[in-house]
C-alpha cells in the first residue's frame, strides 16, 4: 500500500555534502515513522537515521551523528537525509524505510523499504 523511492545518490569527494530524498506514495504518509538504513558489501545493515511521525523526535546512528540531519516535509510526502563531511565509510547502499512505531534503530521496525540509492565517497 506504500511505495517509497530514494534519489540524490551519485558520487562525491570526502569532505563533501549530499541530500537524499525518499518520496511516499498515499495520504496516510504523515502516519508513519521513516528511517534510514544503509548497507556497504560485506557488513551488516546500519542504523543512520530515523524521524518521527510529526518530526518532533530524530534518532541518529553514533557514526553520523553531527553530520547527518534527517527531515520530513508531510506536505510533499517526503523525507530528506543531508549528508555533510562525508567520509569514504559512508560508503554505501542506502534505503528509506515506513513503519508504524516502536523501536526505530531497528530494521524490524519498518513495513516497507525503498530500493535504495548508491552514495560513493571518494577519499
Known amino acids: 500500500q506504500v511505495q517509497l523511492v530514494e534519489s540524490g545518490g551519485g558520487l562525491v569527494q570526502a569532505g563533501g555534502s549530499l541530500r537524499l530524498s525518499c518520496a511516499a506514495s498515499?495520504?496516510?504518509?504523515?502516519?508513519?515513522?521513516m528511517g534510514w538504513f544503509r548497507q556497504a558489501p560485506g557488513k551488516e545493515r546500519e542504523f543512520v537515521a530515523a524521524i518521527s511521525w510529526s518530526g518532533g523526535s530524530t534518532y541518529y546512528g553514533d557514526s553520523v551523528k553531527g553530520r547527518f540531519t534527517v527531515t520530513r516535509d508531510n506536505a510533499k510526502n517526503t523525507v530528506y537525509l543531508q549528508m555533510n563531511r562525508l567520509k569514504p565509510e559512508d560508503t554505501a547502499v542506502y534505503y528509506c524505510?515506513?513503519?508504524?512505531?516502536?523501536?526505530?534503530?531497528?530494521?524490524?521496525?519498518?513495513?516497507?523499504w525503498g530500493q535504495g540509492t548508491q552514495v560513493t565517497v571518494s577519499s
Open positions: 524505510g515506513a513503519g508504524e512505531g516502536g523501536y526505530l534503530r531497528v530494521g524490524v521496525a519498518y513495513d516497507y
Open positions: 498515499g495520504r496516510t504518509f504523515s502516519s508513519y515513522a
